[in-house]
């Protein structure tokens, strides 16, 4: 990992993250430029799972770029399925936020249902939800299901 991580460094990350934007301008159709800004976004994340540097203009690229590819909380069929979901998009935006270049973002563990922290960004265990059964409800200290600081209803499966 650590030679990947200083390739990207060496300026590989950049110019792929430069070409993938470009492509966000070149596609007919509104179908194409969403999935051309999602891919911004997957790559961003591969970025950041690696621990590479990303430019302070490409951060604040993929916090824009995440308010323009839809977010879904509830149920959606796989073929409506075109960005994120909830637990997801919060745990990006966790991440774009305290995202450390040389230290990888594992976004292969649990995240704060409301807020998208996880164990990385607290450095305290995540509270797990006593109410589900489907594995889906962790929490950090500072938001819960019934926290003032929680996002939306939404947001929450047993709200």
């Known amino acids: 990992?650590?030679?990947?991580?200083?390739?990207?460094?060496?300026?590989?990350?950049s110019k792929i993250l430069k070409k993938y934007r470009k492509?966000?301008?070149?596609?007919?159709?509104?179908?194409?430029?969403?999935?051309?800004?999602?891919?911004?976004?997957?790559l961003g994340a591969?970025?950041?799972?690696?621990?590479?540097?990303?430019?302070?203009?490409?951060?604040?690229h993929l916090r824009d770029l995440t308010s323009t590819v839809d977010c879904n909380e509830t149920f959606t069929l796989a073929f409506a399925d075109t960005g994120f979901r909830g637990p997801g998009k919060r745990q990006f935006?966790?991440?774009l936020?305290?995202?450390k270049p040389g230290t990888?973002?594992?976004?292969?563990?649990a995240s704060c249902h409301g807020c998208g922290k996880t164990r990385q960004d607290t450095a305290t265990a995540l509270l797990k939800c006593g109410r589900c059964t489907i594995g889906a409800g962790w929490f950090c200290d500072k938001v819960g299901p019934?926290?003032?600081?929680?996002?939306?209803?939404?947001?929450?499966?047993h709200s």
């Open 146 to 157: 019934d926290s003032a600081a929680a996002p939306s209803a939404s947001a929450f499966p």
């Open 93 to 95: 935006l966790a991440a």
């Open 97 to 99: 936020d305290n995202c």
């Open 23 to 42: 492509l966000e301008h070149t596609p007919d159709n509104e179908w194409e430029k969403h999935e051309a800004r999602y891919k911004v976004i997957i």
């Open 104 to 109: 990888p973002r594992d976004f292969n563990v």
């Open 1 to 13: 990992m650590e030679r990947l991580r200083q390739k990207l460094d060496a300026g590989l990350g």
């Open 46 to 60: 591969l970025l950041m799972g690696t621990g590479a540097k990303i430019s302070d203009d490409d951060f604040q």
